[in-house]
């Protein structure tokens, strides 16, 4: 059966430095989200993607934030100087359709800052 | 806010019974969907209702939807002790912009199935 999956599973960086976290969406998906889940709290939403652009961000996704698709199979997230208070788990999911959207959520990546 | 709302907090009970958790949200939505998220691990779509359904099945799942007390249910039927996990409701928004949904998740039912 066909995943949402995410590399690196855990990532430790220094505060200030850049992180890029990576996902494979479902070949045939057309929707791509990010998602985070500070450890004991809610998963909270920070970018959809649609159509090559950006359809919604929250106000967590501030511009040290940033999303791609580089080829017609990677979905990118990129954190340019990260925060302490950006250790949360980074889930990626991907939707076929818009609606309804059911999405499939990769297995996340940790992301520890120091 | 949109948010759902999970009850209980946390519900422990013995292989071979029910589980039921119930989800309440604020505003008007499309969809509700329902997840599982074993401790430290993704989350797993389980079932989708609409919201013109009141009703769904999916194996030993039961969902249903009570759009006028903006509430659902979830029901876990014959449970097994790998059904231990936290369920999550979650509602969908339509982006601003158009062509996509976010999902508004609660804070989730831990359940405990004993052996």
């Known amino acids: 059966e066909p995943e949402v999956t995410q590399t690196p599973s855990h990532q430790v960086t220094q505060m200030g430095q850049e992180v890029i976290l990576r996902c494979v969406p479902i070949s045939n998906h057309l929707y791509f989200y990010w998602y985070r889940q500070i450890l004991g709290q809610k998963v909270e939403f920070l970018v959809s993607f649609y159509n090559n652009e950006i359809s919604e961000k929250s106000e967590i996704f501030d511009d040290q934030f940033s999303v791609e698709r580089p080829d017609g199979s990677n979905f990118t997230l990129k954190i340019r100087s990260t925060k302490l208070e950006d250790s949360a788990m980074y889930f990626c999911?991907?939707?076929?359709?818009?609606?309804?959207?059911?999405?499939?959520f990769g297995p996340g990546t940790r992301l520890t800052v120091t | 806010s949109q948010q759902g709302e999970e009850d209980p907090q946390a519900l422990s009970i013995q292989e071979g019974e029910n589980a039921t958790m119930n989800c309440s949200y604020k505003t008007s939505i499309n969809n509700l969907q329902w997840y599982r998220q074993n401790s430290g691990r993704g989350l797993v779509h389980l079932i989708l209702?609409?919201?013109?359904?009141r009703e769904k099945h999916s194996g030993r799942l039961r969902v249903t939807l009570d759009t006028s007390k903006k509430s659902s249910s979830l029901l876990i039927t014959a449970s097994r002790a790998a059904d231990t996990a936290s369920y999550f409701c979650?509602?969908?928004?339509?982006?601003?912009?158009?062509?996509?949904?976010?999902?508004?998740f609660g804070k989730g039912t831990k359940l405990t199935v004993n052996p």
């Open positions: 209702i609409r919201s013109n359904e």
């Open positions: 999911a991907s939707s076929e359709r818009g609606d309804p959207a059911e999405q499939y």
């Open positions: 979650a509602t969908d928004a339509w982006a601003v912009g158009g062509g996509s949904e976010k999902l508004v």
